[in-house]
C-alpha cells in the first residue's frame, strides 16, 4: 500500500479537473441555500417547530454533499476504471488494484468534507445559520455525517457492481441518485410533502440521513432509532452486496 498516497495525489488532480462532481458538491448546495434562504430568510416558521428555513435546509442539504460523491462520482469512476481495463491491467503489476477503490473513496471524502464546509459557511455568513447549540450536538452532527456518507458509498459501491459497463453504470447511478435527493427532503422539505410523497420517500435511505441530521443538528428530542437503524442497515448490507458482486474487470 506505499502507492497509496501518489495515487490519492493523482485521483484528487484528476477530481479537479472534472466538473460534474465539483459543481454538485461544491457549488449546487450553496446555490440551492442561496435561492430559498434568499426567498424565505431564516426567521422562525412554526411548520419548521419555531426553527427558520435555512436552519433546516442546511443539514438536509449536506445530505447533497454526500449524495453526489457516493452516489454518482465514487461508483463512476470505478465504473469507468473498470471499462477501460485500467483496474485489470494494475492487477497484473506489483501495485495493489485495490488502492484504487480505497483512492477514490479518500479523495471523494475529502470533495464531501469541503462542500460540507463551504456550505455551513455560505449560511453562517449571509444567512445566520444557527449552529449546533453544544459540543454533544456538533458531535452528533458529525457523527451522524459520517454514517450518512457510509450509507451512499455503500449504496455506490453496489452500483459500481451491478453495471456491466460506463455508460449503464451513468444510467443506474441517474436513476438512484434523482429520487434520493428530490424526494427524501434533501431538496424539498418533507413537511410541504402529500401525503403519498411521504409514503414514497420512507422508502429511501436518503430520507433517512435527513432526519437524522436535522435531529443532530437541531439537537432535538426525536427518536432516531429507526434513522440509525436504517442508515447502518444500508452501510453493512449495501457493503456486503458490492464486495460479492464486484468485478474487477
Request: aromatic share 10%.
Amino acid at each position: 500500500m506505499r502507492m497509496l498516497w501518489p495515487i490519492v495525489r493523482f485521483e484528487w488532480r484528476r477530481m479537479r479537473r472534472n466538473f460534474g462532481p465539483v459543481f454538485f458538491a461544491l457549488a449546487f448546495p450553496v446555490l440551492m441555500l442561496c435561492m430559498f434562504g434568499g426567498i424565505y430568510g431564516n426567521e422562525p416558521a412554526p411548520e419548521f417547530g419555531g426553527r427558520g428555513t435555512v436552519d433546516m435546509s442546511v443539514p438536509a442539504y449536506l445530505v447533497l454533499v454526500v449524495a453526489v460523491t457516493g452516489l454518482m462520482s465514487f461508483p463512476l469512476g470505478l465504473a469507468e476504471y473498470r471499462d477501460r481495463k485500467v483496474l485489470k491491467r494494475f492487477r497484473a503489476t506489483p501495485v495493489d488494484a485495490s488502492a484504487f477503490l480505497i483512492a477514490q473513496g479518500l479523495v471523494n471524502l475529502a470533495l464531501s468534507l469541503l462542500g460540507a464546509l463551504l456550505l455551513v459557511a455560505a449560511g453562517y455568513l449571509f444567512f445566520g445559520l444557527h449552529l449546533p447549540a453544544s459540543p454533544a450536538a456538533g458531535a452528533a452532527t458529525a457523527g451522524a455525517l459520517l454514517l450518512c456518507a457510509l450509507s451512499m458509498y455503500a449504496l455506490g459501491g453496489v452500483v459500481a457492481a451491478v453495471a456491466r459497463s460506463e455508460r449503464s453504470a451513468v444510467a443506474i447511478a441517474n436513476l438512484v441518485y434523482f429520487p434520493m435527493i428530490f424526494l427524501s427532503g434533501a431538496t424539498i422539505p418533507l413537511q410541504i410533502f402529500p401525503d403519498t410523497m411521504k409514503t414514497i420517500s420512507a422508502a429511501l435511505p436518503a430520507t433517512y440521513a435527513v432526519e437524522l441530521l436535522q435531529h443532530a443538528w437541531l439537537d432535538g428530542p426525536a427518536d432516531v432509532a429507526l434513522d440509525l437503524g436504517v442508515l447502518a442497515g444500508v452501510v453493512v448490507l449495501g457493503t456486503a452486496a458490492a464486495a460479492r458482486l464486484f468485478r474487477w474487470e
